[in-house]
């Protein structure tokens, strides 16, 4: 059985959950549901990142130590997942033995590997990123052009890790592995910055006690970048001295990295530059998305227009929120978040084409069929449209593109509303025409459930139980299971409460 390791970013513990991060969690979650369906062994990551100087300031200001800070918070973004039927297999804690562990062996292998030397650090520095900007690199004002923050200046003793070694062998790395940034031109960025010229950077603080030793000076913290990105690695086992655990990483690694593409830099660059120089593969691959706006801009603390993705589910429901986020906006472009938009996509996607279908479907076998379900007829006319729908939702998430998937699933749904318009079985006396119909009709329902569950997941559960299927849907494979011509017939179909009542 192939393996699949999915990691989201790991998000920084000073605010609660906003819709920023369940946009990229909730798309993580969608391709992690995909590869399970293709009947490969999928672990998929997510977690918090809890050392830094942005956690000590929150932390001073809140009266409250480190640890019981960060205790606060990352159990909100455990729990926010659950709320939103993330199926994640692993939530990894950056405050964690196993990942101070990790961190310590991949320090200590650049440190020996000669990539990593004590100097002294003069810049400007922005707290919100942790990350060093020369002058060119900052808006008028000495603002950070991302947070719109003025930097500070910092001077002080640092060890840096030599990246302007790594310029021509991430070059040729990348070279040998064509296509693994996607969105392609998110990959020519990441190419530009290298060929741009590399910067050595500081891996470790004086000035901050709020982090994970050096292993051979312990005056110094290991900064951002060495600490947050191990994560990837700390949670599958690297740095344990148990037998199985090592194991466990050597059979998980390289993995699939989903990145926001404001840190292309860090993942793309920095990243695999740290696992060369510590003699470990870099990642299969990487999937940059762009962001979810408000109205035109990133959502933020100090800007104000962060959105709560749990009060929005009260409104809408986990399916109907999970399903705008993952069909609205191509995944690698930015998209800009409106409650109209969030209504619109429910009420025509959800209410009107697959709720409504589900009601058609359930009302007219319960009328004209004693409530039994017929078995599709192989040469159905919705045959073609059915094969079309596996054909571009396989494609859509084979690329990371989950919109695209949708719609090619959303495209038989569409198909079969208007056959039963074509076809009128409510006005047709029960007998042979209506259960060609009605079974061809569930059929394509039947297809639809496994297509769609990436995305919506209680939902096509419970149209799946409603058609008299049996068992959990997630052990459907594809593309099997999701081929013309698999309803047995015969089962008991219930029509239930509408699926989305309109909003």
Same mark, same amino acid.
């Given at each position: 059985?192939?393996?699949?390791?999915?990691?989201?970013?790991?998000?920084?513990?000073?605010?609660?959950?906003?819709?920023?991060?369940?946009?990229?969690?909730?798309?993580?979650?969608?391709?992690?549901?995909?590869?399970?369906?293709?009947?490969?062994?999928?672990?998929?990551?997510?977690?918090?990142?809890?050392?830094?100087?942005?956690?000590?300031?929150?932390?001073?200001?809140?009266?409250?130590?480190?640890?019981?800070?960060?205790?606060?918070?990352?159990?909100?973004?455990?729990?926010?997942?659950?709320?939103?039927?993330?199926?994640?297999?692993?939530?990894?804690?950056?405050?964690?033995?196993?990942?101070?562990?990790?961190?310590?062996?991949?320090?200590?292998?650049?440190?020996?590997?000669?990539?990593?030397?004590?100097?002294?650090?003069?810049?400007?520095?922005?707290?919100?990123?942790?990350?060093?900007?020369?002058?060119?690199?900052?808006?008028?004002?000495?603002?950070?052009?991302?947070?719109?923050?003025?930097?500070?200046?910092?001077?002080?003793?640092?060890?840096?890790?030599?990246?302007?070694?790594?310029?021509?062998?991430?070059?040729?790395?990348?070279?040998?592995?064509?296509?693994?940034?996607?969105?392609?031109?998110?990959?020519?960025?990441?190419?530009?910055?290298?060929?741009?010229?590399?910067?050595?950077?500081?891996?470790?603080?004086?000035?901050?006690?709020?982090?994970?030793?050096?292993?051979?000076?312990?005056?110094?913290?290991?900064? !951002?970048?060495?600490?947050? *990105?191990?994560?990837? #690695?700390?949670?599958? $086992? +690297?740095?344990?001295?148990?037998? @199985?655990?090592? &194991?466990?990483?050597?059979?998980?690694?390289?993995?699939?990295?989903?990145?926001?593409?404001?840190?292309?830099?860090?993942?793309?660059?920095?990243?695999?530059?740290?696992?060369?120089?510590?003699?470990?593969?870099?990642?299969?691959?990487?999937?940059?998305?762009?962001?979810?706006?408000?109205?035109?801009?990133?959502?933020?603390?100090?800007?104000?227009?962060? !959105?709560?993705?749990?009060? *929005?589910?009260?409104? #809408?429901?986990?399916? $109907? +929120?999970?399903?705008?986020?993952? @069909?609205?906006? &191509?995944?690698?472009?930015?998209?800009?978040?409106?409650?109209?938009?969030?209504?619109?996509?429910?009420?025509?996607?959800?209410?009107?084409?697959?709720?409504?279908?589900?009601?058609?479907?359930?009302?007219?076998?319960?009328?004209?069929?004693?409530?039994?379900?017929?078995?599709?007829?192989?040469?159905?006319?919705?045959?073609?449209?059915?094969?079309?729908?596996?054909?571009?939702?396989?494609?859509?998430?084979?690329?990371?593109?989950?919109?695209?998937?949708?719609?090619?699933?959303?495209?038989?749904?569409?198909?079969?509303?208007?056959?039963?318009?074509?076809?009128?079985?409510?006005?047709?006396?029960?007998?042979?025409?209506?259960?060609?119909?009605?079974?061809?009709?569930?059929?394509?329902?039947?297809?639809?459930?496994?297509?769609?569950?990436?995305?919506?997941?209680?939902?096509?559960?419970?149209?799946?139980?409603?058609?008299?299927?049996?068992?959990?849907?997630?052990?459907?494979?594809?593309?099997?299971?999701?081929?013309?011509?698999?309803?047995?017939?015969?089962?008991?179909?219930?029509?239930?409460?509408?699926?989305?009542?309109?909003?």
């Amino acid at each position: 059985m192939s393996r699949y390791l999915l990691t989201t970013p790991i998000y920084y513990v000073t605010a609660k959950p906003h819709l920023g991060h369940a946009y990229t969690t909730i798309i993580g979650d969608a391709l992690a549901r995909w590869h399970r369906l293709l009947g490969e062994d999928v672990h998929f990551l997510t977690g918090t990142d809890e050392h830094g100087q942005k956690v000590q300031d929150y932390a001073d200001a809140a009266g409250k130590s480190p640890q019981e800070f960060v205790d606060e918070i990352a159990p909100l973004y455990a729990e926010a997942w659950k709320k939103l039927n993330i199926s994640n297999d692993d939530f990894i804690r950056t405050t964690e033995q196993r990942h101070k562990i990790g961190v310590a062996e991949l320090l200590q292998r650049c440190y020996d590997a000669g990539d990593i030397e004590l100097d002294v650090y003069k810049g400007k520095y922005c707290v919100a990123c942790e990350e060093y900007y020369t002058d060119d690199e900052l808006d008028p004002g000495d603002l950070c052009k991302i947070h719109k923050l003025k930097v500070e200046y910092y001077e002080e003793e640092n060890y840096f890790f030599r990246l302007s070694r790594f310029q021509q062998r991430l070059l040729d790395w990348y070279d040998a592995h064509p296509g693994s940034i996607q969105p392609e031109f998110r990959g020519n960025e990441a190419l530009g910055l290298i060929r741009g010229g590399l910067r050595d950077f500081s891996v470790s603080r004086t000035s901050l006690k709020w982090g994970i030793p050096l292993p051979w000076d312990s005056k110094h913290v290991a900064y !951002v970048w060495f600490d947050a *990105l191990a994560n990837y #690695i700390t949670a599958i $086992g +690297f740095g344990s001295d148990d037998p @199985a655990q090592r &194991a466990r990483f050597d059979d998980w690694w390289p993995g699939t990295h989903l990145i926001g593409k404001d840190i292309i830099r860090h993942h793309c660059v920095y990243w695999p530059a740290m696992l060369l120089s510590a003699g470990i593969e870099p990642p299969t691959s990487w999937a940059v998305g762009g962001w979810l706006l408000v109205g035109g801009e990133k959502m933020s603390k100090t800007s104000g227009n962060v !959105v709560n993705p749990l009060d *929005l589910i009260d409104d #809408i429901g986990v399916d $109907g +929120f999970r399903y705008y986020v993952l @069909a609205e906006t &191509a995944f690698g472009q930015d998209g800009d978040f409106t409650y109209e938009g969030l209504i619109g996509r429910y009420n025509s996607d959800l209410a009107n084409n697959l709720g409504n279908l589900l009601s058609r479907v359930a009302t007219v076998v319960g009328k004209k069929c004693d409530g039994l379900g017929p078995a599709p007829r192989a040469d159905s006319p919705l045959a073609e449209a059915a094969g079309a729908a596996l054909a571009g939702a396989t494609e859509g998430w084979a690329a990371l593109q989950p919109s695209k998937a949708l719609d090619a699933t959303w495209g038989l749904i569409r198909a079969t509303n208007a056959y039963l318009e074509q076809n009128e079985p409510w006005k047709t006396e029960p007998g042979p025409a209506v259960d060609a119909v009605m079974g061809d009709a569930l059929e394509a329902l039947r297809i639809v459930c496994i297509l769609a569950s990436p995305a919506v997941p209680d939902t096509c559960q419970t149209i799946w139980e409603r058609l008299g299927l049996t068992g959990p849907i997630t052990e459907q494979r594809v593309p099997t299971d999701a081929t013309w011509g698999r309803y047995p017939g015969g089962l008991t179909v219930t029509k239930g409460d509408p699926l989305f009542p309109r909003r």
